[in-house]
Every structure is written in C-alpha cells, then in structure tokens.
C-alpha cells in the first residue's frame, strides 16, 4: 500500500505510548492511529476517551487478529517484548518496539529472523537519534571541524539517590535498570556513529544507599575504539548533584564541543504538554547552547556552538513510512544495529562481574 495510509495499533497505554509514540504517530499523515490495547481502562485513563475515533481491545491477541492493522507499536515492560513482538510478527505485522529491543541478543536475533521470514520489517524505537544535542555533535563530527576524534563522552545523569516509586521500573527483572534504559539510548548513539567498538569495559550496579529491590541502577561503559584510537564514555548516574548535567564532551585533534542540558524534547512533552508542530517545541534556549573550541594558528579560541534546527522525534515514524513504502534504507533503526546494542548490554554486564575488559 506503498503511498496510502497505515494504520497503526499501540500495545499499551503508558507513559511511552502517551507521550513518546502517539504524538508522533498522528504528527505523520502517512499514519493512522487505529487501535490501542488498554486491558484495564479507567474513568482517570481511559484511551476511549482521549482518542475516540480508536478501536479499543482488551488483549494483543485480538489486535494482531485484527486485517486492518498493518503496524503494531509494542510499548510495555521490556520483559514483555519478545512475546509481544513474536506474537505481532507471527501475524504478518510491521513491528516498533519500543526500547530496550529485548532482554538478550539472542532473543533479538530471533525476532530480526523472525521478522525477514514472514517478510515484514521490525525496528526499535531508540528516537534520541534526533535529540537536536546529539544531531549537533554529529554535525561536527561529519564535518570535520573536530578532526579525529580521540574522546567521545555521553551522559545521562541525575540526581535521584532515593529508591524510585514502585513500579516495574523499580525491580531488577529482566531488561531493566540503567543500562537497559539509558544506557541503550546513549550506545546506540555511538554505535550509530561509530559502529561497533573492539573492546568494552563496564560498570554496572547501584549507586543509592537504599536499595530493596537490587536495581542497577546506574552505569559506566567504555567502548574501546583501537582502530580509531578512540574511546568512547557513556555514563547514566543517579547520584549527581549538579545544577547543569554534563551532556556531550567530544575532543578531537583539531577542537572540541562541551555541552550541558539534554534535549528540550522529553520535558516539553512530559511537563509542558507541548507536542510535535507546536510553537517552539523541540527548540532549544540559547542558553543552552554548547561550546566549541577550535585550534587555530597554535591557539584555542573558544565560541558558542548553536544547536542545529531539531527534526524532532516525528523524523522516526517518517523514515517508517518511506521504509514501508519501499525504502528499506530509510528504515530508522536497522534490527541488526539493535542486535549489537543488546549485546554491548550483555557485554558490559559480564565485564563489570568480571571486572575486566572483554573484547567485543
């Protein structure tokens, strides 16, 4: 139905599929949002009532048997995803899921599998690939203003030393914790850019004093570039009592780019209700502008580093549909690059119980 008009259907009605998936989806007229599987709607949550024209179903099962779905968006715990996915896939469904892509990689090589024999695509949501922050260090990169890179630094840090509120997200349970969560955004960055490191060094754990349910919740991972001569940092603390969060610190031999703050994107739509095509969505201040430092005529001169004009996140569903269309290049996250960011995950796990660096 190359040209038309698919129709998408949501596993799920939390926070991903309200504030990260639907918005985006109805933000691309090549989508349709049709279904929603909510099994327990309320009178305070009820998909019904924000999206009336919907069809609602109380289970996956009766979603995939639906002929008028052609993509399901899988947006629950990640240790529901496989199923979910294989359940979707088994019915001959295009397939977004949500990150993380799966517990293991084994588990998504299965899926991309999965997916090329019943000939339909699958790929993962890893949207921080059109953060306007990172789409500028990519800009420097690709350009050359920086030169070689020597040190590609990437964080996610905040400062939340109390145990987390309960919920799935709070338990150690398969596919959760740092790692998994932020950790993946910040891999699949440098995997995106660099491809796959030689070696990693991880550490993996806890940084908060009260912890009931053994959640990792932070990490720092070193992906080992030998032959580049890089290594690339990614580091999501919850332990950091800072009034800027350090963002992005690449060096390269001919300058470097420092930046704090994070895409204005998430707190936008999670505290300002903005959404893709409103007025300054996605619109960084310039305050929050990063810093470039360039080697000239044997000096540093300093100057500040504009972020560039945002895609925003609406840019993941129109590479979907142009991949659905026909263009498999522009399928926004390839399964195979998913594959390899789990099993980094995987990696630095065992290097941080090994203590030691692991080739990749």
């Known amino acids: 139905m190359a040209g038309g008009k698919y129709n998408v259907g949501v596993i799920g009605y939390g926070l991903s599929a309200k504030t990260f998936q639907i918005p985006f989806i109805t933000a691309v007229p090549d989508f349709n949002l049709y279904a929603i599987v909510q099994r327990h709607p309320k009178p305070e949550d009820d998909a019904r009532k924000d999206h009336p024209s919907i069809k609602l179903y109380g289970s996956a099962e009766d979603l995939v048997k639906d002929d008028q779905v052609h993509v399901v968006v899988v947006t629950t715990a990640p240790d529901s995803h496989v199923q979910l996915a294989k359940l979707a896939l088994q019915a001959k469904k295009h397939v977004v899921v949500e990150k993380p892509f799966t ?25 921080r690939r059109w953060d306007s922050d990172f789409l500028t260090v990519r800009k420097y990169i690709e350009d050359g203003t920086l030169g070689r890179i020597a040190e590609f630094e990437s964080h996610f840090d905040r ?83 800072e009034v800027n969060q350090l963002r992005f610190w690449v060096r390269g031999v001919k300058g470097s780019f420092k930046k704090f703050h994070a895409d204005p994107q998430e707190e936008q739509l999670r505290k300002k209700g903005l959404k893709p095509g409103d007025e300054g969505y996605g619109i960084e201040p310039e305050e929050n502008y990063g810093t470039l430092n360039i080697c000239k005529n044997g000096q540093i001169l300093s100057e500040v580093a504009p972020t560039v004009k945002p895609a925003t996140y609406a840019e993941y569903y129109r590479r979907l549909a142009a991949a659905l269309d026909g263009d498999t290049s522009q399928i926004p996250v390839q399964p195979e690059e998913a594959v390899g960011v789990i099993r980094l995950v995987e990696l630095a796990q065992e290097s941080s119980r090994q203590g030691r660096t692991l080739t990749v």
Request: with cysteine.
């Open 103 to 127: 517990p293991t990689a084994a588990e998504a090589q299965e899926l991309t599998d999965l997916a090329k024999s019943q000939g339909v695509l699958i790929t993962v949501y890893q949207n």
């Open 159 to 241: 400062h939340r030393p109390d145990p987390p509120a309960e919920s799935w997200k709070a338990y150690n349970t398969p596919g959760n914790g740092a790692v998994y969560d932020l950790g993946t955004h910040l891999m699949d960055q440098v995997v995106h850019l660099f491809g796959m490191p030689q070696r990693i060094t991880g550490f993996v754990g806890s940084q908060r004093e009260v912890n009931p349910h053994g959640l990792e919740d932070s990490c720092t991972i070193l992906l080992h570039y030998d032959k580049i001569k890089m290594v690339a940092t990614v580091k999501a603390a919850v332990v950091s009592p």
